[in-house]
C-alpha cells in the first residue's frame, strides 16, 4: 500500500522482468530519512498520484497525470522519453528525468561482444561445433580496424572507452562535430565527412537516437558506400536502418555481416528474412539488460531527491529533459 506523504512514489510497471519492488527498495537504502511508497496496483496509483510531488516510473499514462494535482518532477526510469506526454509536462511546469547513463556498461559490453564476433567469426565456429565438423576457418583482427560510433552520448562514449585497449582507430558522428568527443575524429550527419567516415569503416556502431536526422540514415546509399568487409552493429532504434536495404546489402554482400539488437519492425516477424542469414546476429532487444539497471537508477533519482529538497523542482537536475 502507498502512504499519502511519501516523499517519492514509485509506480508499479517494471522492466527487464524485474520486480519493481527491487526499484523501490534501492531508493529507500539511499534514502533512509525518507518515505518511498510503491503503487502495486492502478487503484493505488491513482491515489497516491493525487498528492504526490516526485514521482517515477517507466510511463506516465494520460489518466494518471490527470490525477497528478502536485507533480512537480517524473523521473522516468528509461533513458528513452518519447513515450511520454512532454507538451503537457512542460506545460504544468513539471522537471522531468531520464535514465541516461544506466546503460553504458552493459551496452557498451554488448558491442563489444557483437564485433569481437564477427571479427573472430564465432558464428562460423558455432556452426561447424553444431555439424562436429574439425575444420578451420580464416579470423580476422580487432587491431588497426577502424570504428565508427553514430552518436556520442553516455552509450556511445561507454563503447569507445571499452574499444580503447584494443588498438582501433575511431570516428565519432555527432551532430556538433565541433564538440569533439572520445574518438580519434568526429564527424557531423550528411555530409562528405559522414559519407568519407562509412568508406572507411569495418564496424559501424549505431547508438544513436531516433530523429528526423537518423531516422532511414542507414540506406541503400550507405551500404553501397561501406566496405563489403564492415559490419553493422545497431543497438539505437530499428528505424536508423532501412530494413529492406539491409536485406538487399546482406543478399549482394555489400557487407560482411550485421548485430541486430533493434529492427524495424519489432518484434520481428518469424517470416523475416532477416531470420534466415547465417551472418546475421539477431539479439531481442536485450543489449539494455542488466541486473544493476535498478541501482544504477537509483543512484540518480536519490540524488535527484536530495536536490528537489534543497531547492524543489528549480533544481538543476541530474539527466534533466525538461523544462
Not at 511520454?84 to 512542460?90: K, N, V
Not at 540506406?219 to 561501406?226: H, I, K, L, P, R
Request: net charge negative; hydrophobic share 40%; proline share 6%.
Amino acid at each position: 500500500m502507498t502512504d499519502d506523504d511519501a516523499d517519492v512514489l514509485v509506480l508499479r510497471k517494471g522492466t527487464h522482468g524485474t520486480p519493481i519492488e527491487q526499484y523501490a527498495d534501492a531508493i529507500r537504502d539511499r534514502l533512509p530519512d525518507h518515505t518511498v511508497a510503491l503503487a502495486r496496483t492502478p487503484a493505488e496509483e491513482r491515489a497516491a498520484i493525487r498528492d504526490a510531488r516526485f514521482v517515477t516510473g517507466m510511463t506516465l499514462e494520460d489518466d494518471l497525470l490527470e490525477a497528478a494535482d502536485s507533480l512537480e518532477v517524473f523521473a522516468c526510469a528509461y533513458a528513452g522519453t518519447g513515450h511520454l506526454p512532454l507538451d503537457e509536462l512542460a506545460d504544468r511546469g513539471v522537471a522531468v528525468t531520464n535514465a541516461s547513463g544506466v546503460h553504458g556498461p552493459n551496452i557498451g559490453e554488448h558491442v563489444l561482444g557483437a564485433i569481437l564476433y564477427f571479427t573472430r567469426r564465432f558464428h562460423v565456429g558455432a556452426r561447424r561445433q553444431r555439424r562436429r565438423e574439425w575444420r578451420h576457418y580464416k579470423a580476422t583482427e580487432l587491431q588497426g580496424s577502424t570504428v565508427t560510433v553514430v552518436g556520442l552520448g553516455a552509450i556511445g562514449q561507454s563503447v569507445c572507452d571499452r574499444l580503447e585497449p584494443f588498438g582501433v582507430d575511431t570516428i565519432g558522428v555527432r551532430y556538433t562535430p565541433e564538440k569533439g568527443g572520445p574518438t580519434d575524429e568526429v564527424v557531423g550527419f550528411g555530409d562528405e565527412a559522414f559519407d568519407d567516415a562509412l568508406a572507411r569503416t569495418d564496424y559501424l556502431v549505431l547508438a544513436c537516437p531516433l530523429t528526423e536526422t537518423t531516422r532511414g540514415l542507414i540506406d541503400e546509399e550507405a551500404f553501397v558506400t561501406m566496405d563489403p568487409e564492415s559490419v553493422l552493429i545497431n543497438i539505437a532504434r530499428g528505424p536508423v536502418v532501412d530494413t529492406d536495404a539491409l536485406v538487399a546489402a546482406l543478399r549482394s554482400n555489400w557487407i560482411r555481416g550485421a548485430s541486430l539488437d533493434v529492427t524495424d519492425p519489432e518484434p520481428l516477424p518469424e517470416e523475416h528474412p532477416l531470420w534466415n542469414f547465417e551472418n546475421v546476429q539477431i539479439t531481442p532487444h536485450n543489449a539494455g539488460h542488466t541486473p544493476n539497471y535498478y541501482s544504477r537508477l537509483a543512484d540518480i533519482v536519490a540524488e535527484n531527491v536530495r536536490r528537489f529538497d534543497e531547492s524543489g523542482s528549480d533544481a538543476a537536475f541530474e539527466n534533466q529533459v525538461l523544462p
